[in-house]
């Protein structure tokens, strides 16, 4: 399949045209981050079957782009966890909360 035209809210391949809205699509990614966050899943399980089912995008196109978002998430998250054991943050803060804590 070849992609004969690409724009941020259009994309066109396969003979057929597939628009969406940016700002949309942006206030859905915060929704489903919220919400994500808050029962501690991951949000490419929300997110995708709203863009195929809401927004008419094909399976096999979502489905690429989630792994990538997947993928570019995790890769932060360990760089963030790396850079805070490497400044000692994180056991500083944990030594706090323990010397606060209501069952001490």
Avoid at 23 to 48: F, K, R, T
Wanted: net charge neutral; charged share 10%.
């Amino acid at each position: 399949m070849r992609i004969n035209d690409a724009s941020p809210q259009r994309v066109e391949y396969g003979g057929k045209a597939y628009a969406f809205g940016t700002p949309v699509v942006l206030v859905l990614s915060l929704a489903v981050g919220v919400v994500g966050s808050i029962y501690s899943i991951g949000g490419g399980s929300i997110i995708a079957p709203f863009l195929v089912t809401v927004f008419g995008l094909p399976v096999y196109t979502v489905a690429g782009v989630t792994l990538i978002g997947t993928f570019a998430t995790s890769a932060a998250g360990v760089a963030f966890c790396e850079l805070l054991a490497l400044t000692g943050f994180a056991h500083r803060a944990q030594d706090e909360l323990a010397q606060h804590a209501p069952w001490r």
